[in-house]
Nanobody, 123 residues
Framework: QLQFVESGGGLVQPGGSLRLSCAAS????????IGWFRQAPGKEREAISC????????SYHGSAKGRFTIARDNAKHTVYLQMNSLKPEDTAVYYC????????????????WGRGTQVTVSS
C-alpha cells in the first residue's frame, strides 16, 4: 500500500513562505497523480493543487493560483508544494493524496492519503 509522509508545515508570519513535502514510501510515484488538499477547522476539505503522473496536467485551485507551486521529483519519490505570500486564511492541515495518472479536484477520487501537516499563518 502506498504510504505518504507530509512535512514542512509550521508556524509562519503573514507574507511568509513554506515548502511542504510529500514523500512516498514503498512505492514509486511514476504512475500516480498527486494532489494537495487542505482542511481548516470547521470547514470542508478543499483541493489546492495537483500534478498529474505525466506532468501534462498541473492545476491550482482558488487562492492557490499565483501563490503556490507544485513540483515533483520522481527519483526522490517526493512531491513539493511551495507556498508563498501566505495569509492567515491559509491556516489548515495540508494533505497529499494519490490517484492513478490523472488529476481530480474531488477528494474521494484519491486512493491514498497522508496524515497531514499543520500550517499556521499568524503574526
Amino acid at each position: 500500500q502506498l504510504q505518504f509522509v507530509e512535512s514542512g508545515g509550521g508556524l509562519v508570519q503573514p507574507g511568509g513562505s513554506l515548502r511542504l513535502s510529500c514523500a512516498a514510501s514503498r512505492f514509486t510515484l511514476d504512475n500516480y497523480a498527486i494532489g494537495w488538499f487542505r482542511q481548516a477547522p470547521g470547514k470542508e476539505r478543499e483541493a489546492i493543487s495537483c500534478h498529474s503522473a505525466d506532468g501534462d496536467g498541473i492545476s491550482y485551485h482558488g487562492s492557490a493560483k499565483g501563490r503556490f507551486t507544485i513540483a515533483r521529483d520522481n527519483a526522490k519519490h517526493t512531491v513539493y508544494l511551495q507556498m508563498n505570500s501566505l495569509k492567515p486564511e491559509d491556516t489548515a492541515v495540508y494533505y497529499c493524496a494519490a490517484r492513478p495518472f490523472d488529476c481530480s479536484d474531488i477528494g474521494i477520487h484519491y486512493v491514498y492519503w497522508g496524515r497531514g501537516t499543520q500550517v499556521t499563518v499568524s503574526s
